[in-house]
């Protein structure tokens, strides 16, 4: 089993349209999550961290399910400019900053 | 804002070339990562280092080395480049132990 799991996509969905990722991970001790967005032939860049109590920015919500192992994000009223790839990432804690990457999930915002 | 600085972006090196990919960090940052990425794999740890001359191995080290000899720069060494190594490099620094990520813009290589 890969330490941290998404579903690649492409998720398709049209402008305004609610959209939601699941990731899920290994390590039942990890204690850091993140979602990071990286756009086409560029670098990521922290969208948000995920906090147990979960946590809202604007349009994004980020969840935290510690029983079943996943973290999630919520995309409300998509815009083009949504379009990216979101990367979860998972701090394991089985050293120092053993972050552990997804692979990623792509968005695709269409007119 | 933090600058992350890779030293070149795109690179076509031959198979058992020294190979030299430079990152700089304007932001004091003690620790420095060194990463890449694939095509369904996702963005792997290669090197890290969290102060001037110590570095640590991460999930992929085979083939590599690293240097840190002043707190701004990692590089990042490929004595003998193969094809296997073709990817994107991405470096990336943060100044906690669990703190944002800053990433360069990437240097795209390929060897031939």
């Known amino acids: 089993r890969k330490e941290v799991e998404q579903d690649p996509g492409p998720f398709n969905v049209p402008e305004g349209a609610t959209v939601a990722f699941n990731c899920t991970y290994s390590n039942s001790a990890s204690q850091s999550f993140f979602w990071y967005r990286q756009d086409c032939r560029k670098e990521p860049k922290l969208l948000m961290s995920?906090?147990?109590s979960g946590n809202e920015d604007g349009r994004f919500t980020a969840q935290l399910n510690r029983a079943s192992q996943y973290i999630s994000l919520l995309i409300r009223d998509s815009k083009l400019s949504d379009s990216a790839t979101y990367l979860c990432?998972?701090?394991?804690?089985?050293?120092?900053?053993?972050?552990?990457f997804g692979t990623g999930t792509r968005l695709l915002v269409s007119p | 804002d933090v600058k992350v600085t890779q030293s070149s972006r795109y690179l076509v090196k031959r198979t058992g070339e020294k190979v030299f990919l430079e990152c700089v960090q304007d932001m004091d940052h003690e620790n420095m990562f060194w990463y890449r990425q694939d095509p369904g794999l996702g963005l792997r740890l290669i090197y890290f280092s969290y102060d001037v001359k110590m570095k640590e191995k991460g999930d992929i080290p085979e083939g590599y080395s690293v240097s840190r000899e002043k707190k701004e720069r990692f590089s990042l060494i490929l004595e003998s480049a193969s094809t296997n190594q073709t990817s994107m490099y991405l470096c990336?620094?943060?100044?906690?132990?669990?703190?944002?990520?800053?990433f360069g813009e990437g240097s795209r290589l390929t060897v031939l």
């Open positions: 995920v906090y147990s």
């Open positions: 990432v998972v701090n394991m804690n089985t050293g120092f900053q053993k972050l552990v």
């Open positions: 990336a620094s943060t100044p906690l132990e669990a703190g944002e990520l800053f």
